[in-house]
């Protein structure tokens, strides 16, 4: 807490206007972060069947024999597969939009992690297939990624979206089951695509976070807001804070997030659930 420690044991009334200066910079900062924030955690959809169509590219019947698969799958093997289409991502980037909408869900068996998501939407011509931990050495990125390349694009570009759908689920559960290889030529070589996420505003989004909502709050509300329970020493928020040459004396400051992880095995229409899978990204992405 070296800021902390070179603080003055009081704020001055030239300090707080001083502050003031500093005031809308900040507000701006924290309107930053809270719109980047909002900008990647598009809305998810409700888990309504095996197959969430909410985008349109299904047809009826194909829809039909594509639930009728899954559901005779999961019957036979546990694994839940569920096709979803969205008709956008809101900007958010496919991979965690896919990751979080698995957790949400939940698919696959609690413990096994036996589930996949194949994810297409629409506007942004995107898709992807998220696979479940329990399943990443069986359907691998490779496999899901020569499944996107080879059968959803042309079919898609093609405007075949039912068609290609089908297939790649066809393929999927073909995997699954351990025929491989039928989609596999030997002398493929794949190379692992590049994160959609700039690492740079990754890192900036958290070293700002950190700085201005740590550092501001303990350095400058605490005196202002707090409550004075000592000499140099305020308590706000629950914790103790203590200015001018010693050392904060608090308990640290905290996020204050809450305790409560992802909902699982969130219950939807029609008799289906997640059964409380994960996944931790594993599977790949492609565009059309």
Do not use: C
């Amino acid at each position: 807490m070296g800021i902390l420690s070179s603080m003055s044991a009081r704020p001055s009334t030239a300090n707080i206007i001083g502050f003031g200066r500093f005031v809308p910079l900040f507000a701006f900062l924290l309107f930053l972060i809270v719109s980047a924030s909002s900008a990647v955690a598009a809305e998810l959809p409700a888990l309504t069947g095996r197959v969430v169509d909410n985008a349109g590219m299904i047809d009826a019947s194909t829809r039909q024999s594509i639930v009728s698969k899954l559901e005779a799958f999961e019957k036979k093997t546990s694994a839940q597969v569920v096709v979803a289409t969205v008709d956008s991502l809101d900007g958010e980037a496919i991979e965690p939009y896919a990751n979080r909408l698995f957790r949400a869900w939940g698919l696959g068996q609690a413990g096994d992690d036996n589930g996949v998501l194949l994810l297409v939407a629409k506007n942004d011509r995107k898709m992807r297939i998220e696979v479940g931990y329990g399943l990443e050495g069986t359907l691998t990125d490779l496999h899901s990624k020569l499944i996107i390349e080879n059968t959803m694009v042309p079919a898609f570009r093609a405007g075949d979206f039912s068609g290609g759908i089908a297939k790649a689920v066809d393929q999927i559960l073909m995997v699954l089951e351990g025929n491989a290889d039928e989609i596999t030529p030997p002398d493929y070589q794949y190379t692992a695509p590049e994160s959609d996420i700039d690492p740079i505003f990754v890192i900036f989004i958290v070293i700002w976070g950190t700085l201005f909502i740590g550092g501001f709050a303990s350095a400058f509300l605490a005196p202002i807001f707090g409550k004075k329970i000592g000499k140099n020493r305020y308590r706000w928020l629950g914790m103790d804070f203590e200015f001018g040459g010693g050392s904060s004396s608090g308990g640290g400051w905290s996020s204050g997030s809450s305790s409560s992880g992802w909902s699982s095995g969130s219950s939807s229409s029609g008799g289906f659930s997640g059964g409380g899978g994960s996944s931790g990204g594993g599977g790949a992405s492609g565009s059309w």
